[in-house]
């Protein structure tokens, strides 16, 4: 069973720079496609950003496409997500999830594996 702990959460200006990391407990992360998602208060949980195992291929929501970058690094069973431009729109909650699949599930039901989370807050 993977176990995900996510960190690097914090307070930003807009226009700042924030980088979360995801560490994952088992042996072949290669073997998982690992997602992002967030969580505003009141609002459902939200697709950020995926990645396949093995790392060549990603997709992203619209709604950060070109300000955030998602990668891994399989040796460290690490996934990392790069976010640039930040918005106060951003602010949110966000998880790191696994799936022991080849495609990228864009819905919260298709992963099976959740870290706790981190707190990301964008100041206007």
């Known amino acids: 069973q993977e176990k995900l702990v996510e960190s690097g959460g914090g307070l930003v200006q807009a226009g700042g720079s924030l980088r979360l990391s995801c560490a994952a407990s088992?042996?072949?992360?290669?073997?998982?496609?690992m997602g992002w998602f967030r969580q505003a208060p009141g609002k459902e949980r939200q697709f950020v950003a995926g990645?396949?195992?093995?790392?060549?291929?990603?997709y992203y929501s619209d709604s950060v496409k070109g300000r955030f970058t998602i990668s891994r690094d399989n040796a460290k069973n690490t996934v990392s997500l790069e976010m640039n431009n930040l918005k106060p729109e951003d602010t949110a909650v966000y998880y790191c999830?696994?799936?022991?699949?080849?495609?990228?599930?864009?819905?919260?039901?298709?992963?099976?594996?959740w870290g706790q989370g981190t707190q990301v807050s964008v100041s206007s």
């Open positions: 088992g042996r072949t992360a290669s073997n998982y496609t």
């Open positions: 999830a696994a799936r022991r699949a080849l495609a990228i599930p864009t819905i919260a039901l298709g992963y099976d594996y």
């Open positions: 990645i396949t195992g093995s790392g060549s291929g990603t």
